[in-house]
């Protein structure tokens, strides 16, 4: 098992960056992949982000250029920098944790952009 409580979401203007933030109960050694999901209102969850333990990563087409993906394997701590946001990147962001065939996830963060 492992907990994830996300952080760093909030209300930014088009254009604006966030980082969000998905602090593990566990080392990130030990998680085959660690991803970052977001839902938008009456939409379906999808992937916007992943890293494998092996530092691999992967990026939806919609997020990339402008989303990094990042860890810091001695905070147990994954990040999601976010530049150059736009209004349909409004939704809330939760983080995933891949343990060997089970998915856990976080409580969920906003992110909000609007002028």
């Known amino acids: 098992q492992v907990q994830l409580v996300e952080s760093g979401g909030g209300l930014v203007q088009p254009g604006g960056s966030l980082r969000l933030s998905c602090a593990a109960s566990?080392?990130?050694?030990?998680?085959?992949?660690m991803g970052w999901y977001r839902q938008a209102p009456g939409k379906e969850r999808e992937l916007v982000a992943a890293m494998t333990r092996g530092g691999s990563t992967n990026y939806a087409d919609s997020v990339k250029g402008r989303f990094t993906i990042s860890r810091d394997n001695a905070k147990n701590t994954t990040y999601l920098q976010m530049n150059s946001l736009k209004p349909e990147d409004t939704a809330v962001y939760y983080c995933?944790?891949?343990?060997?065939?089970?998915?856990?996830w976080g409580q969920g963060t906003q992110v909000t952009v609007s002028s």
């Open positions: 566990r080392s990130l050694f030990s998680i085959s992949v």
């Open positions: 995933n944790a891949f343990i060997q065939t089970f998915g856990y």
